[in-house]
C-alpha cells in the first residue's frame, strides 16, 4: 500500500521557517516526481514546488521563489520543503504529491494527508 505522510506544519510568525517532510512508504521517489501544493480556506489549490526525479530540476510558484527551497533524498523516499520568510499568506493546508514524469502540475497519483502551517503577523 503506497502511502506519503507530510508532517513539519505548525504554527509560526511571520519571517519563521518552517520545515515540511514526506516520507514514502510503498513506493519510491526514485525515477518519480515529488511536488509541494497548498490549499488555503476559500482558494483552489495551488502548486508550490516541484522537483524531477534525475536531474533534480525545481520549480516554483512565483509566489515563493527565493523563500522556499524543495529537495528530496531518493536513498530514503523522503522530500522535503523548506519554507522560510514566512508570510501571513503562506498560511494553507500543505500536500506532498508523487507521480510518473511528466512532472506536470496536474495528475498526480498519491497524496499525502496534508499538515497545516499557520503563519501569524
Known amino acids: 500500500q503506497v502511502m506519503l505522510a507530510d508532517s513539519g506544519g505548525g504554527s509560526v510568525q511571520a519571517g519563521g521557517s518552517l520545515r515540511l517532510t514526506c516520507a514514502a512508504s510503498?513506493?519510491?521517489?526514485?525515477?518519480?516526481?515529488v511536488g509541494w501544493f497548498r490549499q488555503a480556506p476559500g482558494k483552489e489549490r495551488e502548486g508550490v514546488a516541484r522537483?524531477?526525479?534525475?536531474?533534480?530540476?525545481?520549480y516554483y510558484a512565483d509566489s515563493v521563489k527565493g523563500r522556499f527551497t524543495i529537495s528530496r533524498d531518493d536513498a530514503t523516499d523522503t522530500a522535503y520543503l523548506q519554507m522560510n520568510s514566512l508570510k501571513p499568506e503562506d498560511t494553507a493546508l500543505y500536500y506532498c504529491?508523487?507521480?510518473?514524469?511528466?512532472?506536470?502540475?496536474?495528475?498526480?497519483?498519491?497524496w499525502g494527508q496534508g499538515t497545516q502551517v499557520t503563519v501569524s503577523s
Open positions: 504529491a508523487a507521480r510518473r514524469p511528466p512532472c506536470l502540475l496536474s495528475r498526480y497519483n498519491y
Open positions: 510503498g513506493y519510491t521517489y526514485d525515477g518519480h516526481c
Open positions: 522537483i524531477l526525479p534525475g536531474s533534480g530540476l525545481t
